[in-house]
Each structure stands twice: as C-alpha cells, then as structure tokens.
C-alpha cells in the first residue's frame, strides 16, 4: 500500500502541472490567424459608408473611382447592394455604367463573362436587374460584350429581355467606331431571318462603316425585291443613317464605272452627300 503523503504529494504535483500548461495552450488557440490584406476586409464594405444618397458630389465622384478600380465581381456585387440592400436605384445605375467603363477600359475574364451571362438567364433575378446587365454590356460596346449580347439575344425567351438586347445591338454604332465590331454583325445579316434583330444589326454596320458592312448593305439595297424585300429596304433605310468617314472609300468605289444615273451611282451618291 503506497503511503498517504506520497499520494497527496502526486496529486498536488499533477494539479499544478496542468495549471502551469493549459494557459500556454489557451494561449496558442487563442492567436489570431495572419490574413492577407486582400482576404482581411472587402473593399466593397470600406466604401459603403455613409449612404450614398446623404453624399455630396464630391464624395459621390471620389465614392465612384474607388469602385471603378475594383475587380469585376466586387463592382457586380456593388450593384446588386444598391437594390437589394440600399434600395438605391439611383446608385445602382450609376454602378451599372461603372461596370460598362470598366468593361472598356479592361478585358473582363472569361469566368467573368460566363458569371454575367448566368445573371441575366437566371429567372430568379429581378427582370429590371437583368435587363441592367444587358444595358451594360451594350454600353461597354467591346468585342466581348458585344459576343455575349448576340448570344442573349438569341437564347432570351423573356420577350422584354430579347427586346432589349436587341435594342442594344442596335446602339452599338452609336457608341463605338471599332471595326472589330463589324464581322459579328456582318454574320447576323446574313443569316438572321428576324425582322427587328435585322433592323437593329443593319444600323449598328452602317454607322460603324466598315467596309465589309458599307458592301453587304450595298449589296442588299441593289439587289432585286423579289429576291428578299426584307434585307433590301432595310439596308435602304440603314445607309441613310451612315455618317462615318470610314465609309467614304466604300461608296466611291461603289462609283467606279457606273453612269451618274445608274441605281448603284444613284445611292452611293446619296450616302456619300450625308457625311460632312
């Protein structure tokens, strides 16, 4: 039998054992873990504050360059904040032509694209959320917005939503003159069937003017009614709307070897008279 002080002595050795050990490791459980300064606080929750209908301009201005320099899903995510969380619709319109300057100024990244692309086919979004990024992709007019606009506009089954997109195929001669532009639409011509897309794709083609777009409307404004009405007074109406130099060396060789009376010198005489 072990004697009773060498027990007492045991037990008081192992209470002050652990009371000398568990601070130690309370402690090292209790470090915080080192963060990166990118994972520590989002932007996007640096720069909500104050509200953005109590700034001034200034603050307004100086709020919207921070968002500008963000990464592309952190501007989206911005946008879906303003109307979801500060029923703003104000900022988020504002937002939503921050993206579309983003989007020009930077090619946004495939996972990007295809993270937009899912937004506006997903049904559980809002319709005027949806048809927002439609609007931001005809306001970027790039060659990248401009690929995933036709694509929206050919698979939308929401009636408003295609309407919109292609509205915005349509608008993007307005904003850009890069001829980049220019062999989407040039294929859509001629293969769409669709009346209103066909209006919207021949405008875009004449006032970008690239030459290849200024000779298939041409082509479609000469060629015989019979063979398709739809194309030829389309392209008619489309060239009243050229007024890009760009598309000057087009329409005189449109001239070459033609009588000054001939249909072919007679429109290409009338384009060339818009352009000042």
Known sequence: MKNPSQIILNVIASFLSGVIVLPSAAMAQSQPSVASPSSATPVSANISQP??????????????????????????????????????????DMVRRILSGAMRERTPPP????????????????????????????????????????????????????????????????????????????????????????????????????PSSINLLLSAALASARLDNTHKRLAKEALTTVYRKNAVPSLAAALANQSSTSPQAVLAFSTLAQNP
């Open 51 to 92: 509200k953005f209908g109590d700034m001034n301009i200034h603050d307004r201005n100086a709020y919207l360059k921070e968002v500008e320099k963000q990464d592309f899903p952190i501007i989206m995510q911005t946008f879906l904040d303003a109307g979801r969380v500060e029923h703003d619709d104000g900022k988020q």
């Open 111 to 210: 996972a990007f694209l295809a993270q937009l692309k899912a937004f506006i086919e997903d049904g559980s979004n809002t319709i005027r959320e949806r048809d927002q990024m439609i609007a931001a992709l005809g306001d970027a007019a790039t060659v990248e917005s401009e690929s995933l606009l036709i694509s929206e506009a050919r698979v939308l089954t929401d009636k408003s939503l295609k309407d919109s997109a292609i509205g915005e195929i349509g608008g993007l001669g307005d904003l850009s003159d890069n001829e980049n532009l220019a062999p989407p639409l040039n294929q859509l011509w001629l293969e769409s069937k669709d009346q209103q897309m066909l209006m919207s794709v021949s405008l875009s083609m004449a006032k970008i003017s690239a």
